[in-house]
């Protein structure tokens, strides 16, 4: 089955601690990017790749870290999480620049 | 991306055809629209796209006016599944970096 996947897709974490969320597609997509959503902010991008170490800011990338070693992965890093970064997390995929994009499930972060 | 206008919400009886307008006035020449639904804080899903023509899949059809000014995303046969919130995005693949705007969005309510 087509599919994004998310790890962990709940996570209660402190200030400070690192974490990294994982995003995997199963699709051969070039594309992958992450999004975060706030209540009344919608959806914003964080992070974007167009292929395997080819990675570019998106409109809030500030305290946070991707990498892209391999296709189907696209890890999203938090090295030093505040309480302004809990947030819902989307990882999305696609084969091109294509509007349309698959997305993961969703990751709930909470920074204490 | 060109700024979409959707209702803030809707509401449809089960079983009959839900019709949700956006509002793109501004669109340019190369930018397609995009629907995506986010069912209670799920990923978004893509539904369909369109540039000039209608286009229907299996899920809904997308109705665009000759000016391409507006269009109308038609679900034929509303379900209690079909509750969520709807995203019109007018969406230019490569020059917009593969990013999705999403703005507020409708909020569908399908009644028994």
């Known amino acids: 089955e087509a599919q994004v996947t998310q790890n962990p897709r709940y996570l209660i974490t402190v200030t400070g601690k690192k974490l990294t969320v994982t995003c995997s597609q199963n699709m051969n997509h070039e594309y992958m990017s992450w999004y975060r959503q706030d209540p009344g902010l919608g959806l914003r991008q964080i992070y974007y790749?167009?292929?395997?170490?080819?990675?570019d800011k998106g409109d809030v990338p500030e305290g946070y870290k991707v990498s892209r070693k391999e296709k189907r992965n696209f890890p999203l890093i938090l090295e030093s999480p505040s309480p302004n970064q809990t947030s819902l997390y989307f990882c999305?995929?696609?084969?091109?620049?294509?509007?349309?994009?698959?997305f993961g499930p969703g990751t709930r972060l909470t920074v204490l | 991306d060109a700024k979409t206008t959707q209702p803030t919400s809707m509401d449809c009886a089960e079983g009959r055809a839900a019709n949700l307008p956006c509002n793109h006035s501004t669109i340019s020449g190369n930018e397609y629209v995009y629907w995506y639904r986010q069912i209670h804080s799920q990923g978004p899903q893509y539904i369909i796209h369109?540039?000039?023509n209608n286009e229907t899949n299996e899920m809904a059809s997308l109705i665009i006016t000759e000016d391409r000014k507006s269009s109308t995303l038609i679900l034929p046969h509303a379900t209690l599944r079909d509750t969520a919130v709807y995203y019109c995005i007018a969406n230019a693949g490569g020059t917009s970096y593969g990013k999705l705007t999403f703005g507020q969005g409708t909020i569908l309510t399908v009644h028994p």
């Open positions: 790749s167009m292929n395997v170490e080819v990675t």
């Open positions: 369109g540039l000039k």
């Open positions: 999305a995929s696609s084969l091109s620049w294509s509007g349309k994009q698959f």
